[in-house]
T-cell receptor, first 113, second 115 residues
Framework: SQQGEEDPQALSIQEGENATMNCSYK?????LQWYRQNSGRGLVHLIL?????REKHSGRLRVTLDTSKKSSSLLITASRAADTASYFC?????????????FGQGTRLTINP | KAGVTQTPRYLIKTRGQQVTLSCSPI?????VSWYQQTPGQGLQFLFE???????NKGNFPGRFSGRQFSNSRSEMNVSTLELGDSALYLC??????????????FGPGTRLLVL
């Protein structure tokens, strides 16, 4: 079963704009991870945020986590055509088994040149 | 370090056959997890192996099985294939620490088509 609900399901923006994707989950977590997938290929890990962290940055990526609302957001600033991909959030918790990731349905992001 | 590798990359089988997929984790990673990705169900956890033992299992029928070898390489097997088993099968490896906050690194996947 899918724990995460991602919003929006699809997002299309112009190159240079910022893209924000949201993820909500249901159970308590140890950490939340964001992944990118290009057109049916493997998943590329973007960032991991622990349950005791509120915000994390990596290059043009900014992730926030609100455990009281059981939600996270991924912001990509100054988007590029190469950012076109599907983005997934995934949660990990001891109750699920530490290595078991539960994925959301993903947001399909399209960057228009 | 080399990334996670999966073989074969593409596979076509017919209903009723069985298939074995292979995954080589990143050197030093002892945990290997398998996921199935389909358009309808999304990414779903199959199972996880650590030190040759299955530690966690998802909600899949017994036709799906796996194993891990002493060098941490893992295989998954699907017997009596059904059309609905057509999917991208992804393997991920991670470095297990006591903190339990490990990143999982995914391979390119094996795309299985069942006819």
């Amino acid at each position: 079963s899918q724990q995460g609900e991602e919003d929006p399901q699809a997002l299309s923006i112009q190159e240079g704009e910022n893209a924000t994707m949201n993820c909500s989950y249901k159970t308590s977590i140890n950490n939340l991870q964001w992944y990118r997938q290009n057109s049916g290929r493997g998943l590329v890990h973007l960032i991991l945020i622990r349950s005791n962290e509120r915000e994390k940055h990596s290059g043009r990526l900014r992730v926030t986590l609100d455990t009281s609302k059981k939600s996270s957001s991924l912001l990509i600033t100054a988007s590029r055509a190469a950012d076109t991909a599907s983005y997934f959030c995934a949660t990990a918790s001891h109750s699920q088994g530490a290595q078991k990731l539960v994925f959301g349905q993903g947001t399909r992001l399209t960057i228009n040149p | 370090k080399a990334g996670v590798t999966q073989t074969p990359r593409y596979l076509i089988k017919t209903r009723g056959q069985q298939v074995t997929l292979s995954c080589s984790p990143i050197s030093g990673h002892r945990s290997v997890s398998w996921y199935q990705q389909t358009p309808g169900q999304g990414l779903q956890f199959l199972f996880e192996y650590f030190s040759e033992t299955q530690r966690n299992k998802g909600n899949f029928p017994g036709r799906f099985s796996g194993r891990q070898f002493s060098n941490s390489r893992s295989e998954m097997n699907v017997s009596t294939l059904e059309l609905g088993d057509s999917a991208l099968y992804l393997c991920a490896s991670s470095l297990v620490t006591s903190g339990g906050q490990e990143t999982q690194y995914f391979g390119p996947g094996t795309r299985l088509l069942v006819l």
